[in-house]
């Protein structure tokens, strides 16, 4: 197991690619939004400590004819259930979820 801390730019997200039904095209309950993303875990950090990625997903005929993928941020591993790191790391990152209402979506 891992813990990645990570952020996103939110102004990045084309509004086209969030998705706001379901397979059988009806409303997510709620009103739900979501964007599928690909999350990139590298094996070495980058000079700022990060080694993850996140993208838009794109789909097979998007990568196909070599659209550019947009990238809404990075994040880095802070924690992992191999290493030494006592376990209140994940304590910190317990309860930040923040009220989401306020999303430009």
Do not use: C, H
Not at 8 to 33: C, H, R, W, Y
Request: cysteine-free.
């Amino acid at each position: 197991m891992r813990i990645i801390s990570a952020s996103i730019d939110l102004m990045k997200i084309d509004k086209s690619k969030i998705v706001t039904k379901n397979k059988e095209g009806q409303p997510f309950k709620d009103g739900a939004k979501y964007i599928n993303i690909d999350i990139i875990v590298n094996d070495e950090v980058n000079e700022y400590g990060q080694d993850t990625a996140i993208k838009v997903n794109q789909s097979k005929e998007e990568r196909e004819s070599g659209v550019k993928a947009t990238y809404l941020g990075n994040g880095k591993t802070v924690w992992t259930g191999e290493s030494n790191e006592p376990k209140s790391a994940v304590a910190q990152y317990e309860g930040k979820d923040e009220d989401l209402d306020d999303l430009p979506f």
